[in-house]
């Protein structure tokens, strides 16, 4: 009777046991159902992240390919149909802030326009750097910019203004110290522009003499 007793303790033993795994291994708790849906996720964007580069890196294969290919007269219209910035213009409104020549200056507001080679306005993905030098245009002033602001590429494309006024690069620079002005008096400040191609490394400049100006602009374009 003893022996099986024993023997009856051991197989029930053996019986719980394996309605306890086979509990565990047909089901999965919450959080581990959570975690596998998590990986299979995780997987699946993995997957289409590296289809997409896959994807662009042979798009720019096959570009690069079709320009290659193309005859010496095809390749010629291609480059003389695409547009470069070859020269800056710096809006004549462009000027002192405030406008009010009776008012100490406290910044300068340039607008600059970015030109191909027909004289339209392109625009540019690159660096824009505007100074206030005190100095004729043209000159080779030296030392120290009284301001100077650089914008970055993306600076540069937040800058953008297109309007009723024209379209132009709006860029706000801050002086140094308030500057008095009088009236129907020429100062010696210019102001200049560089642009620098993000690609290329061609640079362009521009440059603009500031004056009280004749005729008060209009408020829309002071500002920015």
Known sequence: MRQAASIIAIVGGLLCLSIVSGCR???????????????????????????????????????????????????????????????????PFSGYVPADAKEAATGVVAYVRTLDGRRRFTQGVGTLTIEVWSGSPGSDTGGEALSRITLTPMQLREAYRSSLTGT???????????????AGTLDANILRATYTDAVTGETVRGEYALSPPTTPPSKGKRSL
């Open 25 to 91: 291994v047909g089901g999965y708790s919450k959080p581990e159902r959570e975690n596998d849906a998590l990986r299979a996720r995780v997987k699946d964007l993995g997957e289409q992240l590296a289809l997409a580069t896959a994807e662009r890196d042979e798009l720019r294969v096959k570009l690069r390919q079709t320009i290659e290919g193309m005859s010496g007269v095809e390749a010629a219209e291609v480059a003389a149909a695409t547009p470069r910035i070859v020269a800056l213009e710096i809006d």
């Open 168 to 182: 132009h690069y709006a860029v706000e620079l801050l002086l140094p110290r308030p500057m008095a002005r009088e």
